[in-house]
């Protein structure tokens, strides 16, 4: 079991990551190439992967066993900002955490010769082992990144609304039963008994498209409180939205920020709702008030923004007016 314990710091610095983790869906996906029970999706993605990663596979593989420990200076807090953010990271590892977190993994795996060196550090060793992470993020990953990241956002949408509209409380009770709020306690079925205390920290979420059932957690709690959970499929009604089908025309974020606005909102309400940052929000409805889909009006240091009838038209399929 798994007890993520809170504060009422912490609840307020818990937020849903913004953008599919490559690094973490590289580690995860590898696993998911070896895992025997079958699923149609994960079937479906296991036959057309290419097979140039099969060189990539022979490095990663024992570094990420597919049961237990990984170490966790394969998915750095970097890797938020894309796949060569994080391979940077990965790569100016300190020499005394390789060692650490090497020798943790070599306790449960048996590892290659040249993990040695990569425990000391050895310049050509991470240079292959980042090539290795690119090759594998190129010739498996990237073919289906598309269908990742739509996955991963229609998740991350439905958490950042619901922590907007009714708090990170209620957001927290979304996650059932795979985690299970019961204040100040998160909870999951853990392959082990591990208590974490975030300590005013508070927690990133990050939505995985490759995690299927049990989330997962770095285990060194200096780092930054991390917990990654299985990305909820789209369900048939939300894939039928208006919205949804606007997606292909405007962009996912142009059409959920229209969608957001079928309620009147502040550029900061609308922030919120659609799961982007402020001058976002407010550079999309720029966008839509110049196509005629939306109309703003100031008052005092607010913008407040609302559907025209053409907007909501486009939106919902039903004229107004």
Not at 96 to 114: D, F, I, K, M, V
Not at 135 to 160: F, K
Not at 203 to 209: A, I, Q
Request: charged share 25%; proline share 8%.
């Amino acid at each position: 079991m798994l007890r993520i314990h809170f504060s009422a710091g912490d609840l307020a610095r818990t937020r849903i990551a913004e953008e599919p983790d490559p690094l973490w869906e590289t580690v995860l996906s590898l696993h998911q190439l070896r895992e025997k029970r079958r699923e149609p999706v994960l079937d479906d993605w296991r036959r057309r992967r290419c097979e140039r990663g099969v060189r990539a596979l022979r490095m990663l593989s024992p570094l990420m066993p597919p049961r237990g420990y990984f170490p966790d200076f394969l998915t750095p807090a970097e890797a938020s900002g894309g796949l060569e953010c994080g391979i940077d990271a990965v790569l100016a590892t300190p020499r005394r955490q390789l060692r650490t977190e090497l020798g943790l993994l070599s306790a449960r795996n048996p590892l290659p010769h040249w993990a040695r060196q990569l425990a000391d550090g050895q310049a050509g060793t991470l240079h292959r082992l980042g090539r290795a992470l690119r090759e594998y993020h190129a010739s498996v990953l990237e073919p289906a990144w598309q269908d990742i990241a739509s996955h991963i956002e229609g998740d991350r949408r439905h958490r950042t609304e619901t922590q907007s509209r009714l708090g990170t409380e209620e957001m927290l009770r979304t996650f059932a039963p795979v985690l299970r709020w019961q204040p100040p306690v998160l909870s999951a079925d853990y392959p082990v008994e591990r208590d974490v205390h975030l300590q005013g920290r508070g927690l990133l979420l990050v939505p995985s498209y490759f995690c299927r059932h049990t989330p997962v957690a770095l285990l060194d709690e200096a780092l930054w409180p991390v917990l990654v959970y299985p990305a909820r499929p789209p369900c048939p009604e939300a894939l039928a939205a208006p919205g949804a089908r606007l997606a292909p025309l405007l962009g996912h974020t142009r059409a959920a920020v229209l969608q957001a606005l079928q309620e009147p909102r502040t550029t900061g309400e609308l922030a919120r709702c659609a799961g982007v940052s402020l001058s976002s929000a407010s550079e999309h409805a720029s966008v839509l008030r110049r196509a005629g889909l939306v109309a703003s009006t100031r008052e005092r240091h607010r913008m407040h923004h609302t559907l025209t009838q053409l907007g909501s038209h486009l939106l919902t399929g039903v004229l107004v007016g």
